[in-house]
T-cell receptor, first 113, second 117 residues
Framework: SAVISQKPSRDICQRGTSLTIQCQVD?????MFWYRQQPGQSLTLIAT?????????ESGFVIDKFPISRPNLTFSTLTVSNMSPEDSSIYLC??????????FGQGTRLTVV | AQTVTQSQPEMSVQEAETVTLSCTYD???????LFWYKQPPSRQMILVIR??????QNATENRFSVNFQKAAKSFSLKISDSQLGDAAMYFC??????????????FGTGTLLAVQP
């Protein structure tokens, strides 16, 4: 299994500011995934982060708004830039050690006021 | 593109009773993985059960079992002897076979399960 530490667990931010979310894994993993879960909704993939290369973004998400870093095989950050109230969501990082397993961080609850 | 549909936004079950949550999916792939995840109010996503599409036998994990109907593209979750701690949001998810762990999960919209004492 994998233990994922995600920080912060929650934050309240002013519109127009940026927040960086950290995800630390206790083992080396190839891919890390960042999901967004808007209030009362399902999880939607923002991007896939591979160490040593640029993240791959899903349709509707752009690097300028959600820059991602992946400096090594155990760590990644997601930044939510120039925030607006519509960015209020839970953000989760995830890793998969095998095809049949995916582990998640405890999520970051972001409220933009 | 693959899609996952959960047609029951909310379900309720009496403690100790059995409940079934529905999930259908659409894919043109023949090999894939299916999952049920539980998300309690703590937000932590917890894997409940998984099924490999190439396995005909339905997966079982203690009180949790699935009814996997590949031809019908259906993957329902049965919770037996429901407990108060089972109350949570349940998500059905799909992952493509090729690429394995490097593939994303595609989630359904979720079913909120309430357990009545």
């Amino acid at each position: 299994s994998a233990v994922i530490s995600q920080k912060p667990s929650r934050d309240i931010c002013q519109r127009g500011t940026s927040l960086t979310i950290q995800c630390q894994v206790d083992s080396q993993v190839t891919m890390m995934f960042w999901y967004r879960q808007q209030p009362g909704q399902s999880l939607t993939l923002i991007a896939t982060a591979n160490q040593g290369s640029e993240a791959t973004y899903e349709s509707g998400f752009v690097i300028d708004k959600f820059p991602i870093s992946r400096p090594n095989l155990t760590f990644s950050t997601l930044t939510v830039s120039n925030m607006s109230p519509e960015d209020s969501s839970i953000y989760l990082c995830s890793v998969g050690l095998s095809a049949t397993e995916a582990f998640f961080g405890q999520g970051t609850r972001l409220t933009v006021v | 593109a693959q899609t996952v549909t959960q047609s029951q936004p909310e379900m309720s079950v009496q403690e100790a009773e059995t409940v079934t949550l529905s999930c259908t999916y659409d894919t043109s792939e023949s090999d894939y993985y299916l999952f049920w995840y539980k998300q309690p109010p703590s937000r932590q996503m917890i894997l409940v059960i998984r099924q490999e599409a190439y396995k005909q036998q339905n997966a079982t994990e203690n009180r949790f079992s699935v009814n996997f109907q590949k031809a019908a593209k259906s993957f329902s979750l049965k919770i037996s002897d429901s407990q108060l701690g089972d109350a949570a949001m349940y998500f059905c998810a799909y992952r493509s076979f090729y690429g394995g762990a490097t593939n994303k999960l595609i989630f359904g919209t979720g079913t909120l399960l309430a357990v009545q004492p």
